[in-house]
């Protein structure tokens, strides 16, 4: 991924990418209702965008752009460059958990269906 240049905090690194709403709130309309589930974690997908890692500000532009390399030169400590965040893995962990309690109650009464 192309390196990013916060326009807020001058910071330059791989940007965080920023979900709204809350995973607590998705997996309880998951597990009360399918369709308010649905809709509420295909809005949070949708939404979400590329933030600063450190400051959390949506104004990014490409680090290798004229107007940051004129806005890097300026900047008196240098360029921060930062580590890419944890957010791709915690995403990835929130879906196998939401699979995980949807998936495994519809399996499990499948396999006590066919034991009938
Ligand atoms: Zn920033």
């Given at each position: 991924?192309?390196?990013?240049?916060?326009?807020?905090?001058?910071?330059?690194?791989?940007?965080?990418?920023?979900?709204?709403?809350?995973?607590?709130?998705?997996?309880?309309?998951?597990?009360?209702?399918?369709?308010?589930?649905?809709?509420?974690?295909?809005w949070?997908?949708?939404?979400?965008k590329?933030?600063?890692?450190?400051?959390?500000d949506?104004?990014?532009?490409?680090?290798?752009?004229?107007?940051?390399?004129?806005?890097?030169?300026?900047?008196?400590?240098?360029?921060?460059?930062?580590?890419?965040?944890?957010?791709?893995?915690?995403?990835?962990?929130?879906f196998?958990?939401?699979?995980?309690?949807?998936?495994?109650?519809?399996?499990?009464?499948l396999?006590?269906?066919?034991?009938?």
């Amino acid at each position: 991924m192309t390196p990013m240049y916060c326009s807020r905090c001058g910071t330059v690194g791989e940007p965080a990418r920023e979900i709204p709403g809350s995973f607590a709130l998705e997996l309880l309309l998951w597990l009360l209702f399918i369709l308010p589930g649905l809709i509420y974690s295909v809005w949070r997908l949708c939404s979400a965008k590329d933030a600063c890692i450190r400051c959390g500000d949506p104004r990014l532009i490409p680090a290798d752009s004229p107007l940051a390399v004129h806005l890097l030169a300026q900047h008196p400590s240098g360029p921060v460059v930062r580590a890419p965040s944890q957010t791709r893995l915690a995403l990835l962990t929130g879906f196998a958990v939401v699979l995980l309690v949807i998936v495994l109650p519809f399996a499990i009464a499948l396999w006590m269906g066919r034991n009938d």
